[in-house]
């Protein structure tokens, strides 16, 4: 006796429907497919946001830009006094302060230039010489500086008041590295007997405008 060949549950769904219910069927896979999508990139874009300052997504360059090094444009309008934000450029944290007038006055006082091991900015390395001076900036109230320590390449964090318990009396706002304990001041200047050996690295950079800042192009 001949066996009739078994039909598998995908052939009689074929057999049995209709172009109305294949098109429906189609419908639901390009739905499911959507919904995964939809869901990976707000996945990875959550992830991404608890990495830098709040709101500063303004300020963050597309992803081909931070891929190719391309110059990276900010705008300061958004940025408050006394506040900063990071933006990545070449694959490194670039920090931006608006300094007060208040920060930029301690920066030239007497006794805190004589715990910098380089408080004029004497290894030209780590700055383009138009940041070679008092406040290492093109605009005195703007600080702009490569947010890695001289040290070992460790982020250092923000610490602008004055006076802290954590840092003493003498302590005039800065960044201190937890990692092996350098600490640097509002213009990226390394304190002595720390491990850091030189001043943070002043990336190249430019004004556009009073609004805009381009980091990654020198001042002509």
């Keep these: 006796m001949n066996q009739k060949p078994s ?3 995908d052939q009689r769904r074929a057999e049995t429907s209709t172009p109305e219910s294949r098109g429906d069927e189609m419908k639901d896979d390009r739905t499911r497919r959507h919904f995964l999508v939809a869901a990976t990139v707000t ?3 959550v992830g991404a946001g608890s ?3 709040p709101f500063a997504a303004s300020f963050r360059p597309s992803a081909k830009a931070r891929a190719i090094g391309s110059p990276v444009t900010v705008d300061l309008t958004r940025l408050e006094a006394g506040q900063q934000v990071t933006v990545v ?3 490194r944290p670039i920090w931006i302060l608006l300094r007060t007038p208040d920060m930029l006055e301690r920066l030239n006082e007497a006794h805190w230039r004589d715990q910098l091991r380089d408080p004029d900015s004497t290894v030209e390395t780590q700055q383009p010489p138009y940041a070679k001076n008092a406040t290492r900036s093109i605009r005195p109230e703007y600080l702009v500086v490569t ?3 001289t040290h070992l390449g460790c982020v250092p964090s923000f ?3 004055v006076a802290s318990e954590d840092f003493g009396e003498d302590w005039l706002g800065g960044y201190f590295c937890p990692c092996h304990g350098s600490r640097f ?3 990226g200047r390394v304190t002595k007997n720390v491990p850091a050996p030189t001043n943070l690295i002043v990336p190249p950079h430019r004004y ?3 609004d805009f800042l381009e980091i990654g192009v020198d001042t002509v």
């Design 89 to 91: 450029w070449r694959g």
């Design 185 to 187: 001041d509002l213009a």
């Design 208 to 210: 556009l405008n009073p």
């Design 159 to 161: 610490h602008p008041e």
């Design 7 to 9: 039909v598998t549950q």
């Design 147 to 149: 947010a890695l320590c």
């Design 43 to 45: 996945t990875g874009l």
């Design 51 to 53: 990495a830098i300052y």
